[in-house]
């Protein structure tokens, strides 16, 4: 047996023990009738004590509201390797990143994880010493929000064309307070004297925000960033293009149909010459 698991094992035993001989000594014990004034026993407010999403990196906190408490303990303790990590208000593991958080006169007995990281994933027990013992599951997922730009590395576009940029939140416990845009590392202004930059933002369970930049031109080119609160910044490559198409296909046939025509004209004036 690890030594984990004998520590657990010891402390059920214990409380077990410790809860028997309470009950022994209990007053009005074997009597018949119930005092009207009697208490409820321990019970969990489960509305309270509910599953939690985190971060990744971000202090987590997984809450256990106990009503009636009485002389009994919470405890903490990991499934994962059944793994006792707190008693009351005191820790028992070497993990400096668990604390025990209870604060006097109210029902609520907290488990701090500090930097939590995928591996902490799972379900933790809050555990109260009755007999046999009481228990409330709570699974904890930890998550790291993506941040997505629509339409891969590189946009090009035509010079009076719109930019039209899309980033996508995704994976987040909650959406991101702000979203920022970059042009060139420098924080984009709405409110600018160029004019024509809007920005609507749809905050949900995936948050996207768009980037309108109206009548675009050469200057407006470079690299664009999104920068969201909660999650790494994603950026993409913007090219304005100077040149219209259009129009170089036109001088190009024009130019074209200029040489043919001056071709003919110097085989009339060689004609004319010879005869």
Known sequence: ?????????????????QSALSA??????????????????????????????????KTAYLNCKVKNLGNKTVSWVRHRDIHLL??????YTSD???RAIHHQSTEDWSLQIKYPQHRDSGIYECQISTTPHMSHFIH?????????????????????????????????PEAPAYIFWNHNDAIISYDSARGGVSVITEKGDTTTSFLLIQNANPKDSGRYQCNPSNAQAKSIMVHVLNEFPAAMQHGGQAH????????????????ILTT
Do not use: W
């Not at 047996?1 to 214990?14: D, E, G, I, R």
């Not at 629509?150 to 940029?165: E, K, M, P, Q």
């Open 140 to 172: 904890l997922n930890v998550v790291e929000p993506t941040t997505e730009i629509l339409g891969g590395h590189d946009l090009y576009i035509d010079r009076g064309s719109t930019i039209n940029l899309t980033c996508v939140v995704r994976f987040s």
């Open 256 to 271: 074209h149909r200029s040489s043919h025509l001056s071709c003919l004209v110097l085989c009339v004036v060689f004609l």
């Open 24 to 57: 022994q000594t209990a007053p009005g014990k074997g009597q018949n009738s119930v005092s009207p004034t009697a208490r409820p026993g321990p019970n969990f407010d489960r509305a309270a004590s509910k599953n939690v999403t985190a971060l990744l990196g």
């Open 1 to 17: 047996m690890s030594t984990a698991a004998f520590v657990f094992t010891f402390y059920l035993v214990f409380t077990d023990i």
């Open 86 to 91: 707190t008693v009351g208000r005191y820790t």
């Open 96 to 98: 400096q990143r668990f």
